[in-house]
């Protein structure tokens, strides 16, 4: 079936580091949606993209649509002890209504 | 806040019983979404509402059933309830266009015994 892939799994970063992860898919996208998920929390959008090629940023978050359709990729600058989540992307397959989601980057960060 | 509010927010119930999990989308959204999230894994797909009509379905078990109401609320039930089904069950809502986000409640944790 349609499934989205993460990478890195998780990730262990010192304060202070950039952090990028990605999210490629077999399918096209026409939408592309990034969310972080706190422990025992709904998901929290972060950044959408519409656009083949679209660079979207949100504070010290950067997102862009890849050119091919297919991926996506998430940029967190300067990282802090707060930005530890599970990150996701997301999206509806192209002729489809589903939002399916990605296996999710969990990012711990070290003070 | 999401605007989308889910109840109850815990729910501890037997094998083999019935429950019933409410969502109320943010105001002015006309589609309702439910995703099973079991621990630590990634968040499934079950079914998609769109003003009152089912418009995606995913991986949704025959013991599952979802409806969207006249105002828009939404309930998920769950029956005959096993150990496995024990899992955060989200509802998000979105707005009218096609791809509009989907914003998130703060889940119902479901715990089987």
């Known amino acids: 079936g349609q499934q989205l892939n993460q990478s890195p799994q998780s990730m262990f970063i010192q304060e202070g580091e950039d952090v990028s992860m990605n999210c490629t898919s077999s399918?096209?996208?026409?939408?592309w949606l990034w969310y972080k998920q706190d422990p025992g929390e709904g998901p929290v959008l972060l950044i959408a993209l519409y656009k083949a090629g679209e660079l979207t940023s949100n504070g010290r978050l950067t997102a862009q649509f890849g050119i091919t359709r297919k991926d996506s990729f998430l940029n967190i600058s300067a990282s802090i002890p707060s930005d530890v989540g599970i990150y996701f992307c997301?999206?509806?397959?192209?002729?489809?209504?589903?939002?399916?989601f990605g296996t999710g980057t969990r990012l711990k960060v070290l003070a | 806040d999401s605007g989308v509010t889910q109840t109850p927010k815990h729910l501890i119930t037997a094998t083999g019983q019935r429950v019933t999990l409410r969502c109320s989308p943010r105001?002015?959204?006309?589609?309702v979404y439910w995703y099973q999230q079991s621990l630590d894994q990634g968040l499934q797909f079950l079914i998609q509402?769109?003003?009152?009509?089912?418009?995606a379905k995913g991986n949704i078990l025959e013991r599952f059933s979802a409806q969207q109401f006249p105002d828009l609320h939404s309930e998920l039930n769950l029956s005959s309830l096993e150990l496995g089904d024990s899992a955060l069950y989200f509802c998000a809502s979105s707005g009218i266009s096609y791809n509009s986000p989907l914003h998130f409640g703060n889940g119902t944790r479901l715990t089987v015994t």
């Open positions: 997301a999206g509806p397959p192209q002729g489809t209504y589903k939002y399916i």
């Open positions: 509402y769109y003003n009152g009509e089912e418009r």
């Open positions: 399918s096209i996208f026409n939408t």
């Open positions: 105001s002015g959204d006309l589609s």
